[in-house]
């Protein structure tokens, strides 16, 4: 068994930061692709950041320059820095690993959590 644990959501202003965490574990033999997606209420699942396992890192447009993602590969955590958030930032956030555990790889996805940006 394999679970993604994520903590870090919050309420916070706008023009403020949060940092989101996501901690991989269970049978894990290696983790490939590592990300953060979010999912607001009636609409579909979409990309934030994700991050391959040599470091290589891509982002939706509407958060370039001010969003960061970072793994550390030998804690099997994946980090997302958001700096300037904005009120449409607002939405549940989920991370996501594609995993090999045995002889499979699967896509994983933790439980999610609130990020609110509100004044």
């Known amino acids: 068994q394999v679970q993604l644990v994520e903590s870090g959501g919050g309420l916070v202003q706008p023009g403020g930061s949060l940092r989101l965490s996501c901690a991989a574990s269970?049978?894990?033999?290696?983790?490939?692709?590592m990300g953060w997606y979010r999912q607001a209420p009636g609409k579909q699942r979409e990309l934030v950041a994700r991050?391959?396992?040599?470091?290589?890192?891509t982002y939706a447009d509407s958060v370039k320059g001010r969003f960061t993602i970072s793994r550390d590969n030998a804690k099997n955590t994946v980090t997302l820095q958001m700096n300037s958030l904005k009120p449409e930032d607002t939405t549940v956030y989920y991370c996501?690993?594609?995993?090999?555990?045995?002889?499979?790889?699967?896509?994983?996805w933790g439980q999610g959590t609130q990020v609110t940006v509100s004044s």
């Open positions: 996501h690993a594609n995993i090999l555990s045995g002889r499979s790889v699967v896509s994983y």
């Open positions: 991050i391959s396992s040599d470091g290589s890192a």
């Open positions: 269970g049978s894990i033999v290696s983790i490939y692709g």
